[in-house]
Every structure is written in C-alpha cells, then in structure tokens.
C-alpha cells in the first residue's frame, strides 16, 4: 500500500511522522473522507472546499487543499484502485513544534497524509431492511475535566492571547470566567478567594488544589463559585494557577487594569508558599 506524506509517495510501512506532531499532542489538525467510484472521485470540490474553509478557520496554510484531488487521484494510481469503490482519508495538522499551545514558529510545515483503500458498503440487507440508532446526550465540548488531548479550542485560545500580547486566555461561559487555556483562575473578591467549582466544564488542576490549600493555611476563606466576567474590574486580585504557570499574577484583562494593575498580595504570598513546596 501506497500513501502520501509530506510531498512523498512510499510504502505505509514507512511513512512516520513526529511524536511532536500537533496532530498527536493537541488533535491540532483536520481531515477529509471521500469517495471514487472506478477512479472517479465523487464530490472532490466540495470535500477540498470544506479543508480550505477548515484550514483557513486554524490558520493552517491553504495548500493541502489545493493538492487534495491530484494526490487523491495518484494514490488511486498506484494503489490499482481505479476499479470498484475506494475510500480515501486525508489529515493535514499544523506540523511538528516543541510543545506549546500557541502556534510554533511561522514556516513550520504543515503535516499531510493521505491514504486509500477498497470501499465497502454496509451490507445490503441494512439497506433494504434500515439500520437502528440510539440516542446519546450531546456531551462534545464538556468533559473539559478530563486531561483530554482534544485541545485544539485552547490552542486557538492562546494563540489569540499570544497574538493580542497577552500571556492566557480565560475562557468566559455564560458570563463566568471559569478557567484558562491551561491554567486554573482564582479571583480575590472582598475578603474571599473565588475560583470555579470542580466540574466537568474545568479541569481541576493539581496546583489549583495545592493553592487553595495554601490559601486555607494563611487563614483566606476559600469560595468555589463564579467569577463574573463583568465585575472583574472589581476584584482585588487575579490569578491563574497551573503547572507551567504555577501561581501567575493578571494586572491586565483584555486591555484593561486589575484592580492598580500590579500583582496582588495574595498572589505573591501563594506564589512564594508553592515555590517552597520545592
Ligand atoms: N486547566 C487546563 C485547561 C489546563 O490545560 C491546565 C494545565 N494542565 C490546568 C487547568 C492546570 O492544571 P495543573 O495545575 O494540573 O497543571
């Protein structure tokens, strides 16, 4: 078997890609499936339409789109494919980078890979007699509490943080500010330390934890509740909590000052108390 990777066509055997691929660390990447009949692609333009319009939406360079039906048609070629129905599958990610969440460094190429095989249709009998279903609640988007690596929404996240000038990206629900693209949130508001209940819309980070542990040692009376994204000019103290960031202070929310726009008490106090953890 044939595939293509990169520019090249080789045995599938030896096609390898990076363990930093952001495809395996961040599921930074999208695909196509599509249909030929005896070599005859069906429906090309619109599934090529729909990886631009996808590229595009990543800020992925739009060229593996434009490559999508010639490579498709190759590999239809030299897989002898040209009979009967195939299947072709193709992925492009946003390349191999050290792992970060905000975009690697502008040049770093794209991973294309695309692969053929015989098409099988379900059995006959299925379509003849119907098929069953079940229902499912829609839960896509809201198993946030696992450490899932489905994190191409905070990788978008940050990488607008990054390009507004900013260091995180706080994730804002129905008016709540409720975590980071990598970090917990906690807010200072009156004489309470607030961060977001553990659920599964957050995840609840260990140095989160550790933190409010910390804070309930220096005597701060901890609150799991919301943090409404519109009193934040109200809040005495902002912070954001993670393994990376350990305990980093916010003097500045989408442009605009936390409280004197200078890291807070509390979060100097913390950031000390974990670092002695060490
Ligand atoms: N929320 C999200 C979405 C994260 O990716 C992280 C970093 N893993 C955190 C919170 C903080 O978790 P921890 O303190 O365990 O690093």
């Known amino acids: 078997m044939q595939v293509y ?7 599938a055997t030896m096609a390898t890609i990076s363990p930093d691929d952001r495809g ?3 599921a930074d990447g999208l695909y196509e499936v599509f249909l030929a009949y005896d070599g005859r692609i069906l429906l090309g333009e619109p599934h090529a339409a729909r990886m631009r319009a996808g590229l595009v939406a990543l800020q992925i360079d739009t060229s593996p789109a434009d490559q999508l039906l010639p490579v498709a048609d190759r590999l239809l070629e030299l897989n002898q494919l040209r009979q009967g129905p195939a299947l072709i599958y193709a992925q492009v990610t946003r390349g191999a980078a050290p792992r970060r969440h905000s975009f690697p460094a502008p040049g770093t190429p794209p991973t294309v890979y695309l692969r053929v095989k015989q098409f099988a249709s379900q059995p006959a009998e299925l379509f003849a007699n119907g098929a069953a279903a079940i229902t499912v609640p829609d839960t896509r988007g809201s198993r946030c509490h696992v450490k899932s690596v489905a994190l191409l929404p905070n990788v978008l996240a940050n990488e607008a943080a990054h390009a507004a000038g900013a260091l995180e990206a706080l994730f804002v629900r129905d008016g709540v500010v409720i975590e980071g693209s990598h970090s917990n949130v906690m807010a200072v508001i009156g004489d309470q330390l607030v961060t977001y209940p553990p ?15 910390l804070a309930r040692a220096l005597g701060v009376t901890v ?34 000052p936390v409280a004197d726009g200078r890291p807070g008490p509390l979060a100097t106090r913390l950031l000390q108390e974990y670092r002695r953890l060490a």
Request: one cysteine or more; proline letters at 3%; aromatic letters at 10%.
């Open 5 to 11: 990777l990169n520019g090249a066509y080789l045995d």
């Open 223 to 256: 609150r799991e509740g919301p943090i409404f994204a519109s009193a934040l000019a109200d809040v005495q103290e902002l912070f954001v909590t993670g393994t990376t960031l350990e305990v980093m202070p916010l003097v500045s929310v989408d442009g605009r």
């Open 199 to 213: 659920c599964n819309y957050i995840l609840t980070g260990v140095t989160r934890n550790c933190v409010l542990d």
């Open 24 to 26: 395996f660390l961040f």
